[in-house]
């Protein structure tokens, strides 16, 4: 009985060894694909800051506002002989 019992001492040991290294190895694979996710989720968002930033530098067009504001607003360019400056 001492020797079976020492059998199985010795299985459940190399069981449970076994079942850390693989315990292990799967939690490594696990991480790492998570790790590949957050890369391609971080990539897809500098993507979209880049075109944001376009598009905002876009809008911020000083000729775009110009015509803007000539077509939609009626608007028209201040010319220098328009200034006039009166002094106190």
């Not at 019992?5 to 315990?23: D, N, P």
């Not at 944001?52 to 876009?58: A, D, G, K």
């Amino acid at each position: 009985m001492g020797r079976l019992f020492k059998l199985m001492i010795f299985f459940a040991v190399i069981f449970a060894v076994l079942f850390c290294i693989t315990w292990q190895n799967i939690q490594v694979y696990l991480y790492n694909r998570r790790i590949k996710e957050l890369i391609a989720e971080r990539n897809r968002l500098e993507r979209d800051i880049y075109l944001l930033n376009i598009r905002v530098s876009s809008l911020k067009s000083m000729s775009r506002i110009a015509a803007i504001a000539e077509k939609n607003l009626m608007m028209v360019p201040v010319k220098p002989e328009d200034i006039n400056l009166i002094i106190y």
